[in-house]
């Protein structure tokens, strides 16, 4: 009885996106918060291109644009300089020490940019998040 009603909250929480993991022992089978922390900054940033290709709403864009300040205000702590070095081979020291701030300089603007309702501006600060910001990590332009 107990873990069905645990299943029904669980289905409920999907629909809003997120279902943690009720009724699993903590961190079985889990991704690691790093890795949930881009999959959040993925869904962020293909909310966005999705206005500025004409589809979702500014209210959807809003969120998710605030939503990409904060995951990049965590950078620092989710990938330490001196440990994310390490962790991931292609993360040079100086990569470490300079994504933060580009990642949250860039998501800010872009949060910026998505209050003016602009599809061009909002565009141009996009393709700059995604150079600058996820690129500061990833070898690629993109992601
Ligand atoms: C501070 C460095 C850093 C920044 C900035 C960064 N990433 Fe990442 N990203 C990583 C690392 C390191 C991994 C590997 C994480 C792991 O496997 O735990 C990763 C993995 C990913 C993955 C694969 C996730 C998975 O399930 O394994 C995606 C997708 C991704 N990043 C997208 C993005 C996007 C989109 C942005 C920009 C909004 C971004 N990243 C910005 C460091 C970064």
């Given at each position: 009885m107990?873990?069905?009603?645990?299943?029904?909250?669980?289905?409920?929480?999907?629909?809003?996106?997120?279902?943690?993991n009720?009724g699993?022992?903590?961190?079985?089978?889990?991704?690691?918060?790093?890795?949930?922390?881009?999959?959040?900054?993925?869904?962020?940033?293909?909310?966005v291109?999705?206005?500025?290709?004409?589809?979702g709403?500014?209210?959807?864009?809003?969120?998710?644009?605030?939503?990409?300040?904060?995951?990049?205000?965590?950078?620092?702590?989710?990938?330490?300089?001196?440990?994310?070095?390490?962790?991931?081979?292609?993360?040079?020291?100086?990569?470490?020490?300079?994504?933060?701030?580009?990642?949250?300089?860039?998501?800010e603007?872009l949060?910026?940019?998505?209050?003016?309702?602009?599809?061009?501006?909002?565009g141009?600060q996009?393709?700059?998040?995604?150079?600058?910001?996820?690129?500061?990590?990833?070898?690629?332009?993109?992601?």
């Amino acid at each position: 009885m107990k873990v069905r009603r645990e299943l029904a909250i669980c289905a409920g929480l999907l629909l809003v996106g997120s279902c943690g993991n009720i009724g699993a022992p903590p961190h079985a089978g889990q991704p690691t918060v790093q890795a949930q922390s881009m999959a959040a900054m993925l869904v962020d940033i293909d909310q966005v291109r999705e206005f500025v290709y004409g589809g979702g709403s500014q209210d959807a864009a809003r969120n998710a644009a605030d939503d990409l300040v904060s995951w990049s205000a965590r950078m620092v702590e989710l990938f330490p300089p001196g440990q994310a070095s390490t962790d991931y081979v292609d993360m040079s020291p100086q990569r470490v020490r300079d994504a933060p701030a580009a990642m949250s300089r860039t998501a800010e603007s872009l949060r910026a940019a998505v209050r003016t309702g602009n599809r061009a501006i909002i565009g141009d600060q996009l393709a700059r998040a995604e150079k600058d910001g996820c690129g500061a990590c990833h070898l690629s332009n993109t992601r």
